[in-house]
């Protein structure tokens, strides 16, 4: 399996390679590595490393625990896409099947962004309980009173509590739940995007400008008409898994 790592760690040469080796010698085989932020001496990487499947991460938490100056901020299960360019290949897909593409999205950015689900939705004006209601176009004279979901990825195995998701720009917030959210309008649709995480630090700055940028290059691939006729599309009911 594979398990995303956040540490903050001293910004000074050396550093990255003392967790790198103690990640090697708990056994843990590093995939990959990101910065997300330099500052006042500090860095706060995200790690993805392969881990045996169904072992305990104690002796990796005890290990890194050990690197002076290390500070652990999270370590939770992830599932990355394969290649080595995700976004890109993302963007591709939306190309070759530009019908299906918001639903393509949905599908995707729960991988990318190391999440458990995401969902599609048209939110509504208040923070209600989702429900499905009959298909109709986004906007604000026929947008009801709660959100709607639209579409769930293969992430959603169960009912979902849709948290109240305004105000509707990308950004990051923790649910009364302790679930960890990030959510971005997805252009002149009337429809959100919104993904969750539990057992999770709080999504990063990074990763909501991520999302966002993935919204926008899925905007400029699909066009306006294309983005807001799969926004029409016939909702599911929460707790429905996987696309239609």
């Given amino acids: 399996m594979l398990l995303r790592i956040r540490v ?71 599932l990355e896409p394969q290649g080595a360019f995700p976004d890109a290949a993302l963007i591709g897909q939306l190309a070759g099947n530009p019908g299906g593409g918001l639903r393509i999205l949905t599908d995707a950015v729960p991988a990318i962004l190391s999440a458990d689900w995401a969902a599609l939705l048209r939110p509504g004006v208040t923070g209600r309980p989702a429900a499905p209601v009959p298909p109709q176009p986004p906007g604000p004279e026929s947008s009801p009173a709660g959100p709607v979901v639209v579409h769930t990825s293969l992430g959603v195995f169960a009912g979902i509590d849709v948290p109240d998701v305004h105000p509707l720009r990308p950004r990051a917030f923790t649910g009364e739940d302790a679930v960890e959210y990030i959510v971005a309008p997805v252009g002149e649709s009337g429809l959100v995007l919104l993904m969750a995480r539990t057992g999770a630090p709080p999504f990063h700055r990074t990763e909501v400008f991520r999302l966002a940028q993935l919204i926008s290059a899925a905007e400029a691939v699909l066009g306006a008409g294309r983005v807001a006729l799969a926004g029409t599309a016939e909702p599911v009911s929460p707790g429905t898994a996987g696309p239609s």
Avoid: H, N, Y
Wanted: charged content about 25%.
């Fill in 8 to 78: 903050r760690l001293p910004d000074r040469p050396g550093s990255l390679g003392k967790v790198a080796r103690v990640l090697g010698a708990s056994g843990a085989d590093v995939v990959q590595m990101a910065v997300l932020e330099r500052d006042a001496g500090r860095a706060l990487d995200d790690f993805t490393v392969a881990w045996p499947s169904g072992a305990g991460v104690d002796r990796l938490r005890d290990g890194l625990a050990c690197v002076p100056g290390v500070e652990i901020i999270g370590v939770w299960q992830t």
